[in-house]
Nanobody, 115 residues
Framework: QVQLVESGGGFMQPGGSLRLSCTASETIYSSEPMSWYRQAPGKERVFVARIRSGRDPEHAEAVRGRFDISRDKAKKTVYLQMNSQKPEETAVYYC?????????WGRGTLVTVSS
């Protein structure tokens, strides 16, 4: 089981930008998808973005054009650049990797968007 550690969360005002990072404890092959999900208070966890080799990065419709997922294989890290954030995007953001049909999750990092 790979360990995933998210970082970069914090407080920000609406319209601001933040970059989240997720570092894995071991090498993740480019073919293995790495994703970001988020869970707002009182709501279910939902998909945000995914990256894997051979395909264009995927972003949920709600964040398309404002969020950008990227990956540094050498650093075993996936990033989520978040721009123009909205108060309703306050949530715990989770990193995920899927390997051989098994999902591994980080513990999440809290992002609070408020004026």
């Amino acid at each position: 089981q790979v360990q995933l550690v998210e970082s970069g969360g914090g407080f920000m005002q609406p319209g601001g930008s933040l970059r989240l990072s997720c570092t894995a404890s071991e090498t993740i092959y480019s073919s293995e998808p790495m994703s970001w999900y988020r869970q707002a208070p009182g709501k279910e966890r939902v998909f945000v973005a995914r990256i894997r080799s051979g395909r264009d990065p995927e972003h949920a419709e709600a964040v398309r054009g404002r969020f950008d997922i990227s990956r540094d294989k050498a650093k075993k890290t996936v990033y989520l650049q978040m721009n123009s954030q909205k108060p309703e995007e306050t949530a715990v953001y989770y990193c995920n990797v899927r390997r051989e049909g098994v999902n591994d999750w980080g513990r999440g990092t809290l992002v609070t968007v408020s004026s």
